[in-house]
């Protein structure tokens, strides 16, 4: 049973456009949420993260929306650059982080020029 | 700062053998997590250590197991190897606990023959 659910395998952005990249849980326990994205042949990094106590988050050109009520999240990348193509995981946890991350199966973010 | 080490980057086992991975975190991280990589399943948590205790556990068999030494260093060992065990073993680290902001290494890509 698949508690992250990331519904687009790929998505393709011309560049200096917004991207948007969703997410879905099903978990009710989860609080907390965060995004990273994946380079070929590197770990996942961290990009930005939200807590359930809030709505939305934004570091940079990076903006993380939470949708409890839907339990959906979303990131929005603008203006879209030809570094941000990679692999997108959304992920969440349980107890504020304590909790191991659940990660979704990723997003291939394809940034065309 | 040197970044999250993981050894052997990759290697090649034959089913019913043991394999033991070895993960050095960031200078100064105390905590160390271990995830399982596959394109069927995406990321999967197994454990996380914190000052030699484990703290948290995945829905994984007890074949595989893990331990922290006293320098932070973290091993995790998976015996009796079967084929759907093949898949990229990334290890992490973070600074505060509980915030979910992992610093992943490049991983352990182990092929299960």
């Known amino acids: 049973d698949q508690q992250v659910k990331q519904n687009s395998p790929s998505l393709s952005v011309q560049e200096g456009r917004i991207s948007i990249l969703n997410c879905d849980y099903t978990n009710s326990m989860f609080d907390y949420f965060l995004w990273y994205k994946k380079y070929p042949a590197e770990g996942p990094t961290f990009l930005i993260s939200?807590?359930?106590?809030?709505d939305k988050n934004e570091d940079g050109r990076f903006t993380v929306f939470l949708n409890k009520s839907a339990k959906h999240l979303s990131l929005h990348i603008v203006p879209s650059q030809p570094g941000d193509s990679a692999v997108y995981f959304c992920?969440?946890?349980?107890?504020?982080?304590?909790?191991?991350?659940?990660f979704g199966k990723g997003t291939h973010l394809i940034i065309q020029p | 700062k040197a970044g999250v080490t993981q050894t052997p980057r990759y290697l090649i086992k034959t089913r019913g053998q043991q394999v033991t991975l070895s993960c050095s975190p960031i200078s100064g991280h105390r905590s160390v997590s271990w995830y399982q990589q596959t394109p069927g399943q995406g990321l999967q948590f197994l454990f996380e250590?914190?000052?030699?205790?484990?703290?948290n556990k995945g829905n994984f068999p007890g074949r595989f197991s893990g331990r922290q030494f006293s320098n932070s260093r973290s091993e995790m060992n998976v015996s009796t190897l079967e084929l759907g065990d093949s898949a990229l073993y990334l290890c992490?680290?973070?600074?505060?606990?509980?915030?979910?902001?992992?610093?992943f290494g490049e991983g352990s890509r182990l092929t299960v023959l």
């Open positions: 250590y914190f000052s030699e205790t484990q703290r």
């Open positions: 992490a680290s973070q600074a505060y606990l509980d915030t979910g902001e992992l610093f």
């Open positions: 939200i807590s359930s106590i809030k």
């Open positions: 992920a969440a946890s349980a107890r504020g982080g304590a909790d191991g991350l659940t």
